[in-house]
């Protein structure tokens, strides 16, 4: 249902042309860890390359290519885990809706117990993951798991799970700094608020495909609760992104190019926000999807300021 961890598009109730191939054993597990949805991996991504590469502006060195590669890594299989464990909490609720009755825990094709080993195991990758970095960074990552347990039960007693799902999303703004400084600055809150207030909009966006089907079943979202002026909510929440991040810009002293990727990163934000249709479900997937290009041009201009920023040493 709602939510980037476990909402996905109308199709992914049947097998993805990506996964026909695939052994049939395996593909109800690929189904619950999202593979054949790259998307939200990418997403949860963006602010742990953003963390990364601000960090490195503040320190006047390059982006740690190596943690870069961890950082992706981990994004993969802890939106896997993350995937599995909201099909776990929703699969009475996915078996009442249309669209959601055919996923592997609905449709029995992968027991309870099956799918919460299979959590356990992508959690295991990640913690060996986040092993690799420093003691901070360790309980950082640790401390990401309460909104990420949470996250699941807010649609169902809130209109602002998105809240939720920013503050499990956006953390890796906090990881991406503190696996090079050590510890945290305000520029990383800064940035970690900027990316809440991103996924907040960007969820918002794709919660417009599942209005009458979380309706149905008593799931709260952002796009329920904006109505009408789904628009105007969405602009309000990128705009404060926006300032956020600026300031966290402004915080390291980065140059020209962070500014520009900023600038690269607002007006995709921009064009998204015209772009929205209420009425249309197959616009909001694609503005949600393309948010992946937007965090990538942010990431960019953080990256390459840092590069060309970097001291000799």
Same mark, same amino acid.
């Given at each position: 249902?709602?939510?980037?961890?476990?909402?996905?598009?109308?199709?992914?109730?049947?097998?993805?042309?990506?996964?026909?191939?695939?052994?049939?054993?395996?593909?109800?597990?690929?189904?619950?860890?999202?593979?054949?949805?790259?998307?939200?991996?990418?997403?949860?991504?963006?602010?742990?390359?953003?963390?990364?590469?601000?960090?490195?502006?503040?320190?006047?060195?390059?982006?740690?290519?190596?943690?870069?590669?961890?950082?992706?890594? #981990?994004?993969?299989?802890?939106? +896997?885990? #993350?995937?599995? +464990?909201?099909?776990?909490?929703?699969?009475?609720?996915?078996?009442?809706?249309?669209?959601?009755?055919?996923?592997?825990?609905?449709?029995?094709?992968?027991?309870?117990?099956?799918?919460?080993?299979?959590?356990?195991?992508?959690?295991?990758?990640?913690?060996?993951?986040?092993?690799?970095?420093?003691?901070?960074?360790?309980?950082?990552?640790?401390?990401?798991?309460?909104?990420?347990?949470?996250?699941?039960?807010?649609?169902?007693?809130?209109? &602002?799970?998105?809240?939720?799902?920013?503050?499990?999303?956006?953390?890796?703004?906090?990881?991406? &700094?503190?696996?090079?400084?050590?510890?945290?600055?305000?520029?990383?809150?800064?940035?970690?608020?900027?990316?809440?207030? &991103?996924?907040? +909009?960007?969820?918002?966006?794709?919660?417009?495909?599942?209005?009458?089907?979380?309706?149905?079943?008593?799931?709260?979202?952002?796009?329920?609760? $904006?109505?009408?002026?789904?628009?105007?909510?969405?602009?309000?929440?990128?705009?404060? =992104?926006?300032?956020?991040?600026?300031?966290?810009? =402004?915080?390291?002293?980065?140059?020209? &190019?962070?500014?520009?990727?900023?600038?690269? $990163? +607002?007006?995709?934000?921009?064009?998204?926000?015209?772009?929205?249709?209420?009425?249309?479900?197959?616009?909001?997937?694609?503005?949600?999807?393309?948010?992946?290009? =937007?965090?990538?041009?942010?990431?960019?201009?953080?990256?390459?300021?840092?590069?060309? #920023?970097?001291?000799?040493?």
């Amino acid at each position: 249902m709602s939510g980037t961890f476990g909402r996905s598009d109308p199709s992914q109730d049947l097998p993805d042309a990506a996964l026909r191939r695939w052994p049939a054993a395996v593909r109800p597990y690929a189904q619950l860890a999202r593979i054949d949805r790259p998307i939200g991996w990418q997403l949860l991504l963006a602010p742990c390359w953003w963390g990364t590469a601000l960090v490195a502006n503040a320190v006047q060195a390059p982006p740690n290519l190596f943690h870069l590669g961890l950082f992706a890594l #981990g994004a993969v299989v802890m939106r +896997g885990a #993350g995937s599995t +464990g909201n099909d776990i909490v929703d699969r009475d609720l996915d078996r009442s809706v249309e669209r959601t009755r055919g996923r592997p825990l609905a449709s029995r094709r992968v027991s309870t117990r099956q799918a919460v080993a299979f959590l356990v195991a992508q959690a295991l990758v990640g913690l060996a993951v986040l092993l690799c970095f420093n003691g901070v960074t360790v309980g950082l990552g640790i401390a990401a798991l309460l909104p990420v347990a949470v996250y699941p039960f807010m649609k169902r007693i809130t209109n &602002w799970p998105q809240f939720v799902l920013g503050l499990a999303f956006a953390w890796g703004a906090l990881v991406g &700094w503190s696996a090079t400084a050590g510890g945290l600055a305000w520029p990383a809150l800064a940035l970690y608020a900027g990316a809440i207030l &991103w996924t907040m +909009g960007y969820d918002t966006i794709y919660a417009l495909q599942d209005i009458a089907d979380d309706a149905v079943v008593g799931i709260g979202s952002t796009a329920i609760q $904006f109505g009408r002026h789904v628009r105007g909510g969405v602009a309000t929440l990128y705009v404060l =992104a926006l300032a956020a991040c600026g300031a966290a810009i =402004a915080g390291v002293g980065a140059g020209p &190019w962070a500014w520009a990727g900023l600038a690269a $990163f +607002g007006a995709h934000l921009a064009w998204q926000v015209a772009s929205i249709r209420a009425d249309e479900p197959g616009r909001a997937l694609m503005l949600f999807r393309s948010n992946r290009d =937007a965090g990538l041009l942010l990431f960019a201009g953080l990256a390459l300021q840092a590069w060309l #920023g970097a001291g000799p040493g």
